[in-house]
């Protein structure tokens, strides 16, 4: 039987187990899904010994520090620098070769490019993570400037503290890329001053469950166009599944 899994650190919820398995019920998949909750990224040699596997996921903290184990980079990910696929490549005469690819920024692309206005040509990017990374590739190819923001303060980077109404009033376009809001933490939220937005504002969170976030319900309140991060991650899924398959 075939297997695919995701790799991460603390590995609770997980929309990838529920979409994958469910698409192996209703396809008819010989195959299963597993989560493997690696408490340090040198625990990832262990899985490589697993001759069944043919695909991994990978999610916080590892998006990074997965790298250095694998042997190929796809274009796209070696641009970003971040890896959220995992292909195993297995020869004939048995040698693994493993390539990474980045289907976050797939996933991000489809679901924000229709949502673009003409008025948004810059934006701020909360958060430094590996998702962060690919957001800012994409933002980037599609003509928005970007700037991204951190709780620690590091040249060519903004503090949550130096956010106002100048800011917010030329970065009309906001992603939330941090896990900040995310359930059990839904009273949570990045800490921007959200009485500056507007309706010319676009606000996209990452994260996806709860389904709308109290940074999303905080855009609302002033007008703004908010989505949670449900279509980043289908559309990281599909195109996960069909590098497994290439």
């Not at 690819?101 to 701020?124: R, V």
Request: aromatic fraction near 10%.
């Amino acid at each position: 039987m075939r297997q695919f899994g995701l790799i991460g650190f603390p590995l609770g919820h997980s929309f990838s187990k529920k979409y994958f398995t469910e698409k192996f019920e209703r396809e008819n998949i010989v195959a299963r899904y597993d989560l493997y909750e690696l408490s340090d990224i040198s625990e990832f040699e262990v899985l490589k010994n697993k001759p069944e596997l043919c695909g991994l996921n990978v999610t916080i903290p590892y998006k990074e520090k997965v790298i250095q184990y694998l042997d190929e980079l796809d274009d796209t990910a070696g641009q970003i620098g971040a890896v959220n696929v995992i292909r195993f490549i297995r020869k004939n005469d048995g040698a693994l070769r493993l390539k990474g690819y980045n289907s976050d920024a797939i996933g991000f692309e489809s679901s924000i490019k229709p949502l673009l206005k003409a008025h948004h040509k810059k934006a701020l990017i909360l958060g430094t993570g590996g998702a962060s990374k690919a957001i800012d590739y994409i933002l980037r190819k599609n003509g928005i400037e970007t700037t991204f923001v951190s709780r620690h303060s590091k040249p060519g980077l903004l503090t949550y503290d130096q956010l106002d109404k100048t800011i917010l009033d030329n970065n009309l376009v906001i992603v939330n890329a941090s896990p900040v809001g995310t359930f059990p933490h839904s009273d949570e939220c990045p800490n921007i001053p959200y009485q500056f937005l507007t309706d010319k504002h676009l606000l996209y969170d990452v994260v996806y469950n709860p389904a709308e976030t109290l940074f999303l319900k905080n855009g609302k309140k002033q007008g703004a166009e908010a989505v949670n991060g449900e279509g980043m991650l289908i559309g990281q899924a599909v195109a996960a599944w069909k590098i497994w398959n290439l």
